[in-house]
């Protein structure tokens, strides 16, 4: 019975077969050990075969999912079992196809009996079921063991060194006999740390020269071997006599793992520098980007099987050789953390991309696509297309697919020693939205500056075959990331290169005319001039650009020496770097409780404010009120434009808000006077049964003896901002252009609002405000946020 094929065991089941009865040991195991939690559970059978053991759990309390790939099995269990209540009943492969009929919020048992021996990736299945395990969960194998079946059996059980396989990592691990199986109950989180380990001993000779051989299936997922040293290695070994690198890896490959590659489809991506004991060590890391032929162990003596492993999941692994580890980081820069230092060289290696992708990643890009279609930012059918074409989670591999695949999230791929994110793939919704910002034509020449490689394969996919993408980043890492995933999964019409985009880009890359659109994918405080002098007449710039503070996405235009924004999208990016990084200025007050953040002003002093703090609050209603679920960003951009002496008031993350009533963690608009304070803030006026019938309303709060005065400008603020702007049918934002910092004063607009920047001006126009306005916020004195969550 030691099938191979899903239709020896549809077979097996149609002609009426059965497997090994469930024993009495079996169930009192499972009732004593893994009972179900108070009010019952959910529990996972995989390879329920006929049911009996499904619906044991089933009386136990639970209710059960019952999965087996054989559809007469099931069709038996359902014919011969009747009364199947609490089972659901579902024909599914979890080693191969999608889980997309599996809990989502998971199980508190996933029982797996005599099923383990026929997987072919036995620990990745294990980790994903895992993976799904509630707190306090269990996961149960049931398996007979090597020593106790006889040879021509031998593949329906497990020895003692695949049982330790299956069981490292796991929090516990119990293990009983149940009438000659082993019975294994796994708990806790099913993570080993990995940690890169060499070989006991020097290798032979002066120096060594090797080659890794590193190949994926269909489904991306990357081949390791357990080896007797007790760790995990790539195929792979010494080059033997005068060989290539290419031909050592293919050589290897086939003799250690029974599969074939021509040479043609060997590829040498990058040279890894380093020792082993002392002894030099040059290993070449060769891709392999096509093979035949059905995986095998030919050498038990080196290795205890051979499997394919999710690259989100290789953090798992626990014990992996060096030279692997870091071969795999050469491919996938970031997949493994924690590395010792080696000197990696990439070559230039002309390398064709590598398909394979589960059928559950076809399935959650797809769901993914639709969710931001359907919440209006992706109207174009190139936008959607793209969406729904590249495949995110190869840019975030990192990451599992539930995650790659969350369109309402970031998903960081990058922090700075502080461990503060750098880099990420923003939220598709806002990353489709800013693509259709650009007004894209096929055959557009496009500059995305902050890379990561799956935006800039979004936009390579609207302009197509005739257009062109650079994409660019300061940091190293990012852009050796971005080169490597764009071989891997893009389409070959990127080109990335690392630099300060508030530079510009090299002569060579920037196109005779101009480029069509710009994208930058940092938080701004400014605007570059290579911006503006790089971006073809009339075209697109859409960049995270900060106003007092506030991120929004614009759309610019460029007319002349002119940037007109057309549209205006509330965003966070992680900050700039290089030119455009600055640092706010800031005073704390009260030990560190409340900050005073100067946005786009110079510090200024904040003298005899924590005594007034510490004093009676003057607390003025605005008479202006807000339901549930109400944008009011819109106010916040007004009063950071039309107040001169703007600042926000913080109070920092689980400190007492009590002196400022404001939340912790939250910050509000806020004017400063000579030892006074005013900020905004709300109060709720209305409770409910409902939330559509509790209400808000704006107040002014203010310290200090000129706090009143303050809270009355804050409160005509606002009031203006309710009859003049919050009404506007254009989603309450201002007119803004964006002229050269050497626009004078009397060319610009009359009676709108400045904001001067240290390269640009930016001219605000709200409705109502065409009369003569404030003075301008003094110029150079802009800042940096600290980066909003996505």
Same mark, same amino acid.
């Given at each position: 019975?030691?099938?191979?094929?899903?239709?020896?065991?549809?077979?097996?089941?149609?002609?009426?077969?059965?497997?090994?009865?469930?024993?009495?040991?079996?169930?009192?195991?499972?009732?004593?050990?893994?009972?179900?939690?108070?009010?019952?559970?959910?529990?996972?059978?995989?390879?329920?075969?006929?049911g009996?053991?499904?619906?044991?759990?089933?009386?136990?309390?639970?209710?059960?999912?019952?999965?087996?790939?054989?559809?007469?099995? *099931?069709?038996?269990?359902?014919?011969?079992?009747?009364?199947?209540?609490?089972?659901?009943?579902?024909?599914?492969?979890?080693?191969? =196809?999608?889980?997309v009929?599996?809990?989502?919020?998971?199980?508190?048992?996933?029982?797996?009996?005599?099923?383990?021996?026929?997987?072919?990736?036995?620990?990745?299945?294990?980790?994903?079921?895992?993976?799904?395990?509630?707190?306090?969960?269990a996961?149960?194998?049931?398996t007979?063991?090597?020593?106790?079946?006889?040879?021509?059996?031998?593949?329906?059980?497990?020895?003692?060194?695949?049982?330790?396989?299956?069981?490292?990592?796991?929090?516990?691990?119990?293990?009983?006999?149940?009438?000659?199986?082993?019975?294994?109950?796994?708990?806790?989180?099913?993570?080993?740390?990995?940690?890169?380990?060499?070989?006991?001993?020097?290798?032979?000779?002066?120096?060594?020269?090797?080659?890794?051989?590193?190949?994926?299936?269909?489904?991306?997922?990357?081949?390791?071997?357990?080896?007797?040293?007790?760790?995990?290695?790539?195929?792979?070994?010494?080059?033997?006599?005068?060989?290539?690198?290419?031909?050592?890896?293919?050589?290897?490959?086939?003799?250690?793992?029974?599969?074939?590659?021509?040479?043609?489809?060997?590829?040498?991506?990058?040279?890894?520098?380093?020792?082993?004991?002392?002894?030099?060590?040059?290993?070449?890391?060769?891709?392999?980007t096509?093979w035949t032929?059905?995986?095998?162990?030919?050498?038990? =003596?080196?290795?205890?099987?051979?499997?394919?492993?999710?690259?989100?999941?290789?953090?798992?692994? %626990?014990?992996?050789?060096?030279?692997?580890?870091?071969?795999?980081?050469?491919?996938?820069?970031?997949?493994?953390?924690? *590395?010792?230092?080696v000197?990696?060289?990439?070559?230039?290696?002309?390398?064709?991309?590598?398909?394979?992708?589960?059928?559950?990643?076809?399935?959650?890009?797809?769901?993914?696509?639709?969710?931001?279609?359907?919440?209006?930012?992706?109207?174009?059918?190139?936008?959607?297309?793209?969406?729904?074409?590249?495949?995110?989670?190869?840019?975030?591999p990192?990451?599992?697919?539930?995650?790659?695949?969350?369109?309402?999230?970031?998903?960081?791929?990058?922090?700075?020693?502080?461990?503060?994110?750098?880099?990420?793939?923003?939220?598709?919704?806002?990353?489709?939205?800013?693509?259709?910002? *650009?007004?894209?034509?096929?055959?557009?020449?496009?500059?995305?500056?902050?890379?990561?490689?799956?935006?800039?394969?979004?936009?390579?996919?609207?302009?197509?075959?005739?257009?062109?993408?650079?994409?660019?980043?300061?940091?190293?890492?990012?852009?050796?990331?971005?080169?490597?995933?764009?071989?891997?999964?893009?389409?070959?019409?990127?080109?990335?290169?690392?630099?300060?985009?508030?530079?510009?880009?090299?002569?060579?890359?920037?196109?005779r005319?101009?480029?069509?659109?710009?994208?930058?994918?940092?938080?701004?405080?400014?605007?570059?001039?290579?911006?503006?002098?790089?971006?073809?007449?009339?075209?697109?710039?859409?960049?995270? *650009?900060?106003?007092?503070?506030?991120?929004r996405?614009?759309?610019?235009?460029?007319?002349?020496?002119?940037?007109?924004a057309?549209?205006?999208?509330?965003?966070?990016?992680?900050?700039?770097?290089?030119?455009?990084?600055?640092?706010?200025?800031?005073?704390?007050?009260?030990g560190g409780?409340?900050?005073?953040?100067? #946005?786009? %002003?110079?510090?200024?002093?904040?003298?005899?404010? #924590?005594?007034?703090?510490r004093?009676?609050r003057?607390?003025?209603?605005?008479?202006?009120?807000?339901?549930?679920?109400?944008?009011?960003?819109?106010?916040?951009?007004?009063?950071?434009?039309?107040?001169?002496?703007?600042?926000?008031?913080?109070?920092?993350?689980?400190?007492?808000?009590?002196?400022?009533?404001?939340?912790?963690?939250?910050?509000?608009?806020?004017?400063?006077?000579?030892?006074?304070?005013?900020?905004?803030?709300?109060?709720?006026?209305?409770?409910?049964?409902?939330?559509?019938?509790?209400?808000? #309303?704006?107040?002014?709060?203010?310290?200090?003896?000129?706090?009143?005065?303050?809270?009355?400008?804050?409160?005509?603020?606002?009031?203006?901002?309710?009859?003049?702007?919050?009404?506007?049918?254009?989603?309450?934002?201002?007119?803004?252009?964006?002229?050269?910092?050497?626009?004078?004063?009397?060319?610009?607009?009359?009676?709108? =609002?400045?904001?001067?920047?240290?390269?640009?001006?930016?001219?605000?126009?709200?409705?109502?405000? =065409?009369?003569?306005?404030?003075?301008?916020?003094?110029?150079?004195?802009?800042?940096?946020?600290?980066?909003?969550?996505?």
């Open positions: 019975m030691e099938y191979v094929d899903r239709s020896q065991w549809i077979r097996h089941y149609a002609e009426g077969r059965g497997f090994r009865p469930l024993g009495c040991s079996e169930q009192a195991l499972l009732a004593a050990h893994t009972p179900p939690p108070d009010g019952g559970g959910q529990a996972l059978e995989v390879g329920c075969g006929t009996a053991l499904s619906l044991y759990l089933a009386s136990l309390g639970y209710e059960v999912d019952a999965v087996d790939f054989a559809d007469s099995a *099931l069709a038996r269990a359902q014919e011969e079992r009747p009364d199947t209540a609490g089972v659901r009943w579902i024909c599914s492969d979890v080693e191969r =196809d999608d889980p009929d599996l809990r989502e919020d998971g199980y508190d048992l996933v029982v797996l009996r005599l099923v383990v021996p026929f997987f072919s990736d036995r620990t990745r299945v294990l980790h994903a079921l895992g993976e799904r395990l509630r707190p306090g969960g996961l149960v194998v049931i007979p063991t090597a020593d106790a079946t006889p040879d021509a059996r031998r593949g329906i059980a497990l020895d003692e060194a695949e049982i330790a396989l299956i069981t490292d990592g796991w929090e516990t691990c119990e293990r009983r006999d149940a009438g000659g199986l082993a019975f294994l109950v796994l708990r806790g989180p099913c993570h080993r740390s990995i940690h890169a380990v060499e070989r006991q001993g020097p290798p032979s000779g002066p120096a060594v020269s090797a080659a890794l051989a590193v190949v994926t299936d269909a489904a991306g997922r990357v081949l390791l071997g357990y080896s007797r040293r007790g760790m995990a290695e790539l195929p792979g070994g010494k080059t033997d006599g005068g060989e290539s690198f290419e031909a050592a890896a293919v050589r290897e490959l086939a003799e250690e793992t029974g599969l074939v590659a021509r040479a043609e489809d060997a590829h040498v991506v990058t040279m890894l520098a380093d020792d082993s004991h002392g002894v030099p060590r040059l290993t070449a890391v060769v891709r392999i096509g032929g059905t995986l095998t162990n030919p050498e038990p =003596d080196k290795f205890v099987r051979w499997e394919f492993h999710d690259l989100h999941a290789l953090p798992c692994l %626990g014990d992996v050789f060096t030279p692997a580890a870091q071969a795999l980081d050469a491919v996938w820069p970031g997949i493994i953390p924690g *590395l010792p230092p000197h990696a060289y990439p070559l230039g290696t002309v390398q064709p991309p590598v398909p394979g992708e589960p059928a559950e990643a076809v399935r959650r890009r797809h769901a993914m696509a639709d969710r931001v279609i359907a919440g209006g930012w992706a109207p174009s059918p190139a936008v959607q297309e793209a969406l729904r074409s590249v495949p995110r989670h190869r840019f975030a990192e990451q599992d697919l539930r995650s790659a695949y969350d369109g309402d999230l970031a998903v960081v791929t990058h922090r700075n020693e502080a461990g503060r994110a750098t880099s990420s793939v923003s939220a598709a919704w806002l990353q489709a939205d800013m693509i259709e910002g *650009l007004d894209l034509e096929p055959g557009a020449l496009v500059w995305e500056a902050g890379s990561g490689g799956y935006n800039a394969e979004l936009l390579a996919q609207v302009v197509g075959p005739s257009g062109r993408v650079v994409s660019s980043d300061i940091d190293e890492y990012v852009v050796r990331r971005a080169r490597r995933f764009l071989v891997e999964a893009g389409s070959g019409r990127v080109a990335v290169f690392r630099g300060d985009a508030a530079l510009g880009v090299p002569a060579h890359l920037a196109p005319g101009g480029f069509d659109a710009i994208v930058i994918t940092y938080n701004c405080w400014d605007v570059a001039p290579p911006w503006r002098e790089l971006l073809a007449e009339g075209g697109r710039l859409v960049l995270p *650009l900060e106003i007092g503070g506030y991120t996405a614009i759309t610019f235009q460029r007319d002349g020496d002119v940037l007109v057309r549209r205006f999208t509330h965003c966070g990016f992680v900050p700039a770097q290089g030119a455009h990084a600055r640092t706010t200025p800031v005073a704390d007050l009260l409780q409340l900050q005073i953040r100067f #946005e786009d %002003g110079r510090p200024r002093p904040v003298d005899g404010l #924590e005594v007034a703090l004093g009676p003057c607390e003025v209603a605005t008479g202006v009120t807000m339901g549930p679920g109400v944008y009011f960003g819109s106010l916040q951009l007004y009063a950071a434009t039309t107040l001169p002496g703007f600042c926000r008031l913080t109070v920092a993350a689980g400190e007492d808000s009590s002196v400022a009533g404001i939340a912790a963690g939250s910050d509000a608009p806020a004017l400063l006077g000579e030892g006074a304070l005013a900020y905004l803030t709300h109060v709720r006026k209305r409770d409910g049964a409902t939330s559509s019938e509790r209400e808000w #309303e704006w107040f002014v709060y203010a310290f200090g003896d000129q706090g009143p005065v303050l809270a009355e400008r804050l409160k005509e603020t606002v009031r203006s901002w309710d009859r003049d702007v919050r009404g506007q049918a254009e989603g309450a934002v201002p007119a803004l252009t964006v002229y050269p910092t050497t626009t004078p004063a009397h060319c610009l607009p009359p009676g709108a =609002d400045v904001v001067d920047k240290a390269h640009c001006r930016m001219v605000v126009q709200w409705p109502g405000r =065409d009369g003569p306005q404030p003075s301008p916020v003094e110029r150079g004195e802009a800042r940096v946020d600290s980066g909003e969550g996505q």
